[in-house]
Each structure stands twice: as structure tokens, then as C-alpha cells.
């Protein structure tokens, strides 16, 4: 089945996720599911909330990346309740984009270490230092499952200057080359 990608505007993306366990109906399926959806919109990752589950689960796939960043080379993982813990405060802003908020892209402040804990499809544990372009990829996927999108990190006048286009996407006047879900109508 090919899953739409919410935009930004519907409530699924400001909602906290919940942890998945062995029991969750269907995990490899939407996992496979969510895998073909990224490929299909030329993402490097997607996280649950994306697809409207508010379950803590992120596919990445980032090395199309690698040889910009060699950290990214034939990256592809899969993160079932990831735990993330800055290890160098410093920040470094580059541009990310989203498929929740297509035709946009912004420059972002992140750290550029992490430690990270996750699951993976066979709930196997992981415990890993990334860095990198690889570590944003994490901090912006991680970052759907508590609610939060990159543009919340970007400074009030910014997100000023690009408020028209914001309400752009949550009007449903925005074009996409893949299958999306727009926000509800405000009654
Ligand atoms: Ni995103």
C-alpha cells in the first residue's frame, strides 16, 4: 500500500509518539511500507508521525549523501524508540528540508555528535556515536516523535518570511510529486 506523507498543519505531527514493542500489529510490513514511501519522495528518512502513526519509529536511509558525507555511506537503518543524548553542545547550521513541508528548505542549528540508542526491526539494541550530517538526519527524524519540526528551530524572523508559503501547505496549495495527506479543514 503506498502510504501519503502528512504536511504540515495536520495534528499528527505535533503529537508526543508512543514506544513500539514486538507486539505491534504489522511492524514489518509498515516498516517495508515506509522504506517504499521514502524512496518514492526521494527522502533520506521518515519518521512514523509522518505517515500519521504516532509510534516511535524512523526509517533513514542517507547514503545517496555519502559522498558529500562520507559519515552517510550505505547508512540505512532502521530506529524503533531511539534515546538521544548530545555529546558537543556546539551548534552548525546547514539547510535541511522535509517531506512534511515540501518546497521548502531552511538552515538549521544542530550539534554535530550524538550518542544513540535504538531498536532495530528485530528489536536487537544498538548503542552508537554518529556524527555528521548523519547525527542531523537522527536529530530531524527524532524530532517528529516528539512533536517538533526544523522550523521551529529557525529564528522568529524567518519563519515570518516564510509564513505565506507555510500557510501555502496548510491550505492544501502546494504541488507534490508524491502521494500526501493535507491538514483537516478549519471548520
Ligand atoms: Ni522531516
Known amino acids: ?33 515506509m522504506q517504499a514511501c521514502m524512496y518514492e519522495s526521494e527522502g533520506v528518512g521518515l519518521a512514523a508521525p509522518q505517515i500519521g502513526r504516532n509510534i516511535r519509529l524512523i526509517v533513514i536511509d542517507a547514503s545517496p549523501l555519502g559522498e558529500d558525507f562520507p559519515e552517510c555511506a550505505g547508512r540505512k537503518m532502521v530506529l524503533i524508540n531511539p534515546e538521544l543524548e548530545v555529546l558537543d553542545g556546539e551548534r552548525v547550521s546547514r539547510p535541511e528540508g522535509c517531506l512534511s513541508l515540501p518546497g521548502l528548505s531552511e538552515n538549521v542549528p544542530r550539534v554535530e555528535h550524538i550518542r544513540l540508542k535504538w ?4 528489536f536487537e539494541s544498538h548503542d552508537e556515536e554518529i556524527s555528521g550530517f548523519l547525527a542531523r538526519i537522527v536529530q530531524h527524524e527524532y524530532d517528529h516523535l516528539i512533536g517538533k519540526l526544523y522550523i521551529d528551530h529557525i529564528s522568529p524572523i524567518r519563519k515570518q518570511l516564510i509564513k505565506g508559503k507555510l500557510n501555502n501547505i496548510i491550505n492544501g496549495h502546494t504541488r507534490c510529486d508524491y502521494p500526501v495527506k493535507y491538514a483537516p479543514k478549519k471548520k
Open 1 to 33: 500500500m503506498k502510504l501519503p506523507v502528512y504536511l504540515y498543519g495536520h495534528p499528527v505531527l505535533r503529537r508526543i509518539s508512543e514506544p513500539v514493542d514486538g507486539q505491534y500489529p504489522d511492524l514489518g510490513k509498515l516498516i517495508d511500507d
Open 119 to 122: 531498536q532495530d526491526e528485530n
